[in-house]
């Protein structure tokens, strides 16, 4: 079974789009659940009536989880602990901006962005995710959607500024009574809400099956629209990897390439299983005359070395065994599949288990090359274009709300221009690598080929230095002590 075929048996409500679908059916690769409406189990062979169940009617027993290795491995070099970037604030006149630099960093923190972004790499892997960012209540609430459900329109004059979004889906009465709407008859119900530049439109939900075009008959719902009045949609759209057409509204999954391998595992790896568990328990045959056995050819027999089984003189046992290279050359195969796939999506490929010694970060970011290179790329996607953007709309809500709360703090108007990323080294240098960069960035200034300002970025990856411009003045200061 391949991928087009699994995700065409798929359950779905028809009345989602083409690309709802596809998404909602990568989301199942992501939690695992892809596999989850075949109706037999693995080692079921048979239905009811006796006919044989072939293997692509049945769930696999075994599941490798290939794609969500490779998705946990970017993300975790993405945005972990050590990996969260360092935001730089520059003023007009180039130098940094210290003050607003500890604000922003400080209102990350506060909005536990590290792990939502954290998050939100994960849900954009299918391809896209947005984040929307509004005061509620004079509180500022950042919110991850899933973009399955979002129809966003692009400017035509600039195809990275969103112009509306509309989110749609479909509701049974009990989740609207949930939300806050009120009773309604049993059904399905389309819920949809607009986000424009000026406001947050609300409509009243409308069932399913009371129009054929789901965004006739909207009727506005005016205790729940909102004004925000920012000029811009409160909601940043992050493309997860380019893709072939740039205007369209998702980009590439990160695990799609490798999906038709994982499948093609877990199927061999269950078979495999199977196997096994066959010759730990083989079928028995017995050659004998019917009238020979006392209770006919229904009498059952136990397969145990503490029962001995007699049979009339001329008769004949065995056991329908088979031999290990099948499941030599299955697991041989798996090796093949699994190295096949991590090359598709550029995972990692290296095993931890044959380094016998401590590597360097330089040899530790040869080894995963292919997994730095597609995170360098999702660096730009969530980094440059998600955090910064995200950062940005957080600074315009303040200046548009001046006494928005964020976490219980009050950080008044925000000012940031020129905010910058800087990454960290991709594994963390061991001692030898620290001083092996010391010891170069010492023998270039003392050479006078680098600046102070240059040597200190030089040492970045190996001191963690927030500010370059103090840990100057911290320098300087030392040297006139001493």
Sequence with gaps: MDWHELK?????????????????????????????????????TCGGDGSYIPINKRRPSVRTHLCNVVMDDTVSLLFSASHWPSIHVQKDDDNEDCEIEAKIRKICFDLNLPSLMEQAAVMGSVGSVAILVQAIENELVVELKRTCFLEPTFSLLDPRKLVYVREQYIVDADGLKKAG?????????????????????????????????????????????????????????????????????????????????????????????????YSSDPTMVLSVDEYQISNGLTSSFTKDASHAIALPQGSDAKLLEINGTGAAAALNMWQALRSLALEAMHGNRAHGDRVSAAQSGRAMELMCLGLTWLVGRLRRSYGDCGLVSVINLITLITQKFPDVQIAGHNYGELQAKNISLVWPAWFEPTFGDMQTIANAVQSAKSSGVVSMDTAVRMMQPATHVQHVAEEIKKILNDNELS
């Design 8 to 44: 065409k048996s798929m359950n779905f409500p028809s009345q989602y789009s083409n690309r709802t679908r596809n998404l909602l059916a990568l989301e199942k690769v992501l939690d695992g659940s892809l596999y989850d409406h075949i109706r037999y189990p693995f080692f079921k």
């Design 181 to 277: 709407f009120g009773e309604f008859p049993d059904g399905n119900y389309w819920f949809t809400r607009d986000f424009t530049e000026f406001e947050t439109i609300w409509y009243d939900p409308i069932p399913v099956d009371y129009s054929a075009d789901k965004n006739t008959q909207l009727i506005r719902d005016e205790v729940r629209c909102t004004q925000h009045g920012l000029g811009v949609i409160p909601i940043v759209w992050i493309k997860n990897l380019p893709s072939a057409d740039p205007n369209a509204p998702d980009g590439k999954c990160t695990f799609s390439a490798g999906i038709d391998a994982m499948i093609d595992a877990d199927y061999l790896l269950s078979q495999t299983v199977r196997g096994l568990r």
